[in-house]
């Protein structure tokens, strides 16, 4: 499964800009985004689609797994569902849980289709959200706070990037080091207790709403937003799904791959950062041990939203839903009084479900059937 | 082109300068200096066995602290054994896990300590540790988490989990006696499922609940941190539209559980907390949380601990006592801390 190996599938190869005889990178990128708009005048492309076929129909999977979990929950706990208050209330907790994770992961997803991975991403919120909490930063007010997170997170996720484009360290070591590290230093910062904010505009971010909604869930809107437009509208986008699909056919095409696996990896620490903000502000605390486990909540997400793990392909709306979906499970066993072992087992089944349908590729699906004549 | 260099030239001072003075903005902003926490040590009085005596090398080594509990043990051990004129302090680090806290404790055994003072990761993995050095003729005090073998240790000090769930549980049943409340709908949230302790605590409270006919309604294990108490007692309240009381393990994460009953508005339970910390007491004090009461598990057993690895080290007994040695082996009382005698307690909190 080498990327450079000359017998990349297909499908993968279509997704390349740089299939055209090597050409200057500015032009390429613009040929691809005429290409994105030529294919949506042509097969006027769902909004949600990004560019492939594939990826919509994955997501049409994620949204039909998502109803069945729905589903189950109003079977099971039918007293509650029958309240569209507690319906209406209940749907805005799945998306609050699932706000700092999915913040997260929209770096997360970048980072993957880039080729790379990022294991350090629960050790940046954790060391983000400690150095904006210090009694020191609390002095600056809200606006240090989230000055420092922001800052933090940026900076943590450069020197992840420098490490690996320039260092030339694999992704999996050189952020594995910085999960161990950023932890060690928040502990270090932290005298290894919890610090509680006292500043009302960071809790308020947690328990404010705006016409109905939690200011957490529009964050998230506008994080996913923001990294749709980055990833499917701009040359960034084209180029990230370049370097992840082929660095080598990448370099030939003139994208300047180390420079923009850097990018990949401070963008994936500002996720962090804006993370950290939310994370404090929901608990209005922090210390070194929080966001644990968050990498791999983020890393299941991207997966199951169809991100391929070696690279080159992904979508936001899909990492998307896959965090919708680890919350609502979340929610499910919550409300049925169920422990939080079965809950884990059951995420865990949905991850393996998710990459083994990944594996039976769509289209060779529907020719095996049609083969079959299971299909009309 | 020079034209374009000096903009590139310019653009990177720009670049470098907002860096680098980012950078020094950010490292002052990693100051914690507050007024410290007072440590939990008892004052030497004069006479008796707070005299000084003969001298004697404690040796002390508990796990690398991650959240406040820990993190007030060793403060508390360490200020303890500064109080006294005879005693030094010889602290080493436990590292993550337990094969790091015997290694550690290997290069402790052979700096001859006359006594150990030793928070386990795990007792039961460390058990063949106690057993060499009481062999060797150190008496080995145990804090908190038992050594299985009692050959392994001179004296046990640890505090009461099943009696926490008992304390909490008592608690409740009192308030819903009062309210009469007689079919309270009950909420747990507890810490780290896979930890004894946290076993021990439940079955302490179910146990008590059971013996009134209450029974808790829906239980979450969260992992001893405030964000991690936030969000399983957010999910919580959505199973439970209305609660009649709550009981959360541990005051750390009960940060984050209070914070996510805020930020659901919901105000028609009391929340019971556990471990007694500084912040958990204030709020109480205040009383304008869901907070009204919390049972400990304090780290005080540490000063003590080190009190008494003293008396053993000058083969003294508890002055108190008749007995002429310090006893094997001391369970704390879990105290129910409420608005009432909260200010006793205040000092404890950590």
């Known amino acids: ?376 | 082109m020079t034209q374009h260099s000096r903009d590139l030239s310019r653009r990177r001072l720009l670049f470098g300068g907002a860096a680098v003075g980012a950078g020094v903005l950010l490292a002052g902003c990693t100051s914690n200096e507050a007024s410290p926490t007072e440590a939990q040590t008892k004052a030497a009085a004069p006479g008796g066995n707070a005299e000084p005596g003969q001298r004697v090398v404690i040796g002390f080594s508990a796990p690398a602290a991650d959240h406040g509990w820990i993190a007030a043990i060793t403060n508390n051990a360490k200020a303890q054994a500064a109080a006294y004129s005879d005693v030094e302090f010889k602290i080493v680090e436990a590292g993550a896990d337990a094969a790091a806290q015997r290694a550690a404790l290997g290069t402790l055994i052979s700096q001859k300590p006359n006594v150990i003072v030793l928070l386990p990761h795990d007792g039961k993995e460390l058990n063949a540790f106690g057993l060499e050095a009481m062999k060797a003729g150190i008496p080995v005090v145990n804090l908190d988490r038992a050594f299985p073998d009692a050959k392994a240790y001179r004296l046990q000090i640890k505090g009461d989990n099943y009696g926490m769930g008992v304390a909490a549980a008592t608690y409740m049943i009192e308030q819903f006696k009062a309210k009469g409340v007689s079919n309270p709908i009950i909420g747990e949230i507890a810490g780290m499922d896979e930890l004894e302790l946290t076993q021990e605590r439940s079955k302490g409270f179910t146990d008590t609940l059971a013996q009134a006919g209450f029974k808790v309604a829906n239980r979450r294990a969260a992992r001893f941190t405030a964000d991690s108490g936030q969000q399983e007692a957010a999910q919580l309240l959505q199973a439970l539209p209305k609660m009649d009381a709550l009981w959360n393990h541990d005051d750390d994460q009960g940060i984050g559980v209070v914070a996510a009953v805020n930020q659901a508005n919901r105000k028609e339970f009391f929340m019971v907390g556990g471990a007694g910390s500084k912040k958990a007491m204030e709020d109480i004090q205040a009383d304008n949380t869901v907070l009204k009461a919390t049972v400990t598990y304090s780290p005080s057993m540490a000063s003590s601990a080190i009190a008494l690895a003293r008396l053993i080290g000058q083969n003294k007994g508890m002055s108190d006592l008749v007995e002429l040695q310090v006893p094997k082996e001391i369970v704390l009382a879990s105290e129910t801390i409420t608005k009432e005698n909260v200010s006793n307690y205040l000092k404890l909190g950590f």
């Open chain 1, 1 to 376: 499964m080498s990327d450079t190996s000359p017998t990349a599938t297909p499908e993968r190869a279509a997704q390349l800009p740089a299939q055209s005889p090597p050409v200057d990178p500015a032009e390429t990128a613009a040929a691809s985004e005429k290409t994105t708009h030529g294919g949506a005048t042509a097969g006027r492309l769902s909004w949600w689609s990004g560019d492939s076929g594939e990826g919509a129909k994955r997501n049409l999977g994620l949204i039909g797994v998502l109803l069945v979990l729905i589903a189950i929950g109003a079977l099971t706990r039918s007293d509650l569902y029958s309240n569209p208050d507690w319906v209406w209330d209940n749907v805005l907790s799945i998306l609050k849980l699932a706000s700092v994770v999915g913040v997260v992961t929209v770096g997360m997803t970048f980072v993957i289709i880039g080729g790379g991975i990022d294991l350090s991403v629960g050790a940046i919120v954790a060391l983000a959200g400690v150095w904006c909490t210090t009694l020191a930063t609390q002095s600056y007010g809200a606006g240090g706070m989230i000055f420092s997170a922001l800052t933090v997170g940026l900076a943590v996720g450069l020197v992840n990037g420098l490490l690996i484009s320039y260092g030339r360290l694999v992704p999996f070591i050189a952020t594995l080091a910085m999960l161990v590290a950023a932890r060690g230093l928040a502990a270090e910062i932290s005298d290894k207790q919890t610090q509680v904010s006292d500043n009302q505009f960071i809790n308020g971010i947690a328990s404010n709403s705006l016409l109905g909604i939690p200011l957490l869930v529009y964050i998230l809107a506008a994080v996913v937003a923001a990294g749709w437009v980055l990833l499917n509208r701009t040359t960034f986008g084209r180029r990230t799904v370049a370097v992840g699909g082929n660095p080598e056919a990448a370099r030939l095409a003139g994208i300047n791959v180390k420079r923009h696996s850097v990018l990949l990896y401070a963008l994936s620490g500002l996720c962090c950062g804006i993370a950290a903000i939310m994370l404090t502000a929901q608990a209005t605390s922090a210390q070194a041990a929080m966001a644990n486990l968050y990498e791999l909540d983020a890393i299941a997400a991207a997966i199951i939203g169809g991100t391929l793990l070696s690279g080159g392909r992904g979508t936001i709306i899909g990492s998307l839903l896959g965090v919708i979906i680890f919350s609502t499970i979340t929610n499910l066993f919550a409300i049925n009084g169920l422990s939080t072992e079965a809950q884990n087992m059951v995420k865990g089944g949905i991850i393996v479900a998710a990459v083994l349908v990944q594996q039976v590729q769509f289209r060779s699906l529907t020719q095996f059937l049609g083969r079959n004549r299971l299909t009309t």
